[in-house]
């Protein structure tokens, strides 16, 4: 298992364009890579980034826009977007007390070491999960309990 060391808080971090900027003033929940479709055609990317956090550890400038869409499951998650650049800044769902901030984003990146894969049945065949990390098909069932759990061990 690997390990890493999250920086003193807060972590910061913005857009491309500098017009919204943002600090985390909460230790992240967990980090994870997230291979569904829907995060390969929104980052134009292979996979998103998630940095877990509870919502009112977010700092962030005003003037962000929101893109909303009905999940598979009914919910609606949305996200929050700068309206100058494009560059997503944070995704949630309706109801939820926890959100994902883009992970690209901060200003530090270093340090970023996933505790695991969801959504690895649609994974680009390029991107290799090897057999000691936490991987799951879809959606974790658990409310990403296994993965909080192996992130504490790995930052603890
Ligand atoms: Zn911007
Ligand atoms: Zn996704």
Redesign the pocket.
Known sequence: MHHTIVPPLPLSGGCQCGRIRYRLRARPLVFYL???????R?TSSA??E?LRIRSEGLDIDPGLRCMSRESESGKQRQGWFCPDCGVRIWHGTSGSEEINIKAGTLDDTSWLMPAGH??ASSKQKFMAISADEISYERQPEDNYAALKQRWQHMTG
Do not use: A, N, P, T
Request: hydrophobic share 25%.
């Open positions: 997230c291979h569904c479709s829907e995060c390969q929104q996979f998103g998630s969801i959504w």
